[in-house]
């Protein structure tokens, strides 16, 4: 067998595909030829080493955002919304509510806030609710006082899901499309919802874009419904590194409240939905 | 569980078994990108691409595996990451490849396996390949791919594949002697 012989057989050789015949003849041209041998042998060595290299570290595991971005292209996802405590009165402040359901002076509200987080629904560790917060020019300023678990807001998210993907993701900036809310939403009575973003976090329903209507009771709302107008407003996710928060603005005449729901997903693995409601004593809603 | 019954699950909506592929996968089309795009953005590539397949996972047919055609995407990706990025990665050494076979020195690349790095300079050496010999390899070593599905894959023959793979140890061998001389 010749160099060029052994050199076009050389692969199939050192990965052990050739038939004994042929092998035979290419180790025996391999004793007497030193220059075929020290390739041959460097090619056992590289090919090892390669094969090593796929098995060793350096490979990160699988990314959380990964999950996220995969769950947000299913059409059903599992109600997967949990609830931790969180003491959020510092967030709220200078969440300029002001403005969505008190035209004159400020009526006194209560508040029940929560923040859920999207961890598979497994955990859930309260409330706090906080009591006789009043509206200021700043903002809100709140007393907390801590409710009994479950008393609670008939705001409840059961899940917020994205079925169209790529939401809030700084390589695919389309909007949510779905968010679903279970029916304790108590959305029977509202009249008017929402949307609000990042940079928008003072909004009063009558001067928005994203206003809509909406028929309930719905148990599942969807955003395809907002059409070109959420579409053209969209906002810009490289706007705000940390991520996209959007408001959802339900007002309930019937129950006299205005609920805000806040999806925040600064967090790559987690859908984070915080809301706030707030009872008009004084005051109807105005929309 | 067998991989087309994954595949078929995954098509009928079943997100655990799509999940169960990605952890199969997830090595071997990180190790792919990284061959293509390097490691730093080696994992956002794979991300889009198992993004990608989730999207078609309708559109794949099952003629052939789903490491082939997922591997496709990854490929893909990739390219589309490296088109889109200021920071070209890098070309190979146009004087490298301007050795003969005769200037081989298999000598001095035993005396680099001798060195406690020996596996971080053939990843080096590897990034160093043209890609049309690179992938082959990667594939074939990384991927563990057969040279049909290797064919496959890059869309070319099986022969043109394994003749590739073995220009690429060639190479591989001369950008290691390179990497050695280097100071």
């Not at chain 1, 090892?48 to 059903?76: E, N």
């Not at chain 1, 609830?83 to 403005?99: H, I, K, N, P, Y």
């Not at chain 2, 794949?60 to 990854?74: D, N």
């Not at chain 2, 990706?77 to 146009?94: G, S, V």
Request: a neutral charge.
């Amino acid at each position: 067998m010749t160099c060029q012989r052994v050199r076009q057989n050389l692969l199939a050789w050192v990965e052990g595909e050739l038939d004994e015949s042929q092998w035979l003849k290419l180790a025996q041209h391999l004793e007497t030829c030193e220059h075929c041998r020290a390739e041959a042998q460097q090619w056992q060595r590289l090919i090892s080493t390669l094969r090593a290299i796929a098995q060793s570290d350096g490979i990160p595991l699988v990314p959380p955002r990964l999950w996220h971005r995969l769950s947000a292209r299913r059409r059903k996802l599992p109600a997967i919304v949990s609830l931790f405590v969180t003491a959020c009165v510092a967030f709220l402040l200078g969440w300029g509510v002001r403005g969505i359901a008190m035209p004159s002076d400020p009526p006194k509200t209560t508040f029940v806030m929560e923040r859920v987080t999207n961890d598979e629904g497994r955990e859930r560790k309260g409330m706090r609710a906080c009591k006789g917060a009043g509206v200021q020019a700043s903002g809100l300023s709140l007393c907390a006082e801590t409710l009994p678990s479950h008393t609670s807001s008939p705001l409840r998210v059961r899940s917020v899901s994205v079925s169209s993907g790529n939401d809030f993701d700084r390589l695919s900036p389309l909007p949510p499309s779905r968010l679903r809310f279970e029916s304790s939403l108590a959305l029977n009575g509202a009249t008017a919802m929402a949307l609000n973003t990042w940079r928008k976090r003072s909004f009063h329903l009558s001067s928005l874009p994203f206003r809509f209507n909406a028929n309930f009771p719905t148990d599942e709302f969807d955003l395809d419904n907002l059409g070109a107008v959420w579409q053209e407003e969209s906002v810009n996710p490289t706007a705000d590194e940390s991520g996209y928060r959007i408001f959802v603005q339900v007002t309930d005449l019937k129950e006299q409240v205005v609920r805000t729901v806040l999806v925040d997903r600064r967090e790559p693995s987690h859908v984070v939905a915080e809301w706030s409601e707030q009872r008009l004593e004084s005051e109807s809603a105005t929309h | 569980m067998y991989e087309m019954e994954l595949v078929r699950r995954a098509k009928s909506g079943d997100t655990s078994a799509f999940e169960t592929l990605v952890h199969r996968y997830w090595a071997k089309a990180y190790r792919l990108a990284e061959s293509i795009v390097g490691s730093t953005d080696a994992e956002d590539v794979v991300v889009e691409a198992f993004v990608q397949a989730w999207k078609s996972l309708q559109n794949f047919r099952q003629q052939s595996s789903f490491g082939t055609w997922f591997f496709r995407i990854v490929i893909n990706q990739a390219k589309q990451w490296q088109r889109k990025a200021a920071n070209l990665p890098t070309e190979p050494l146009e004087d490298e490849f301007r050795l003969s076979d005769e200037e081989l020195s298999f000598r001095d690349i035993e005396a680099i396996a001798c060195e406690w790095d020996w596996q971080r300079k053939v990843k080096i050496a590897v990034q160093r390949l043209p890609e049309h010999l690179r992938l082959p390899l990667v594939l074939r070593f990384w991927d563990e791919l057969s040279y049909p599905e290797i064919a496959q894959v890059l869309g070319i023959k099986e022969s043109t594949a394994r003749m590739r793979v073995a220009s690429a140890l060639r190479q591989l061998a001369i950008v290691l002697a390179k990497l050695e001389a280097l100071p």
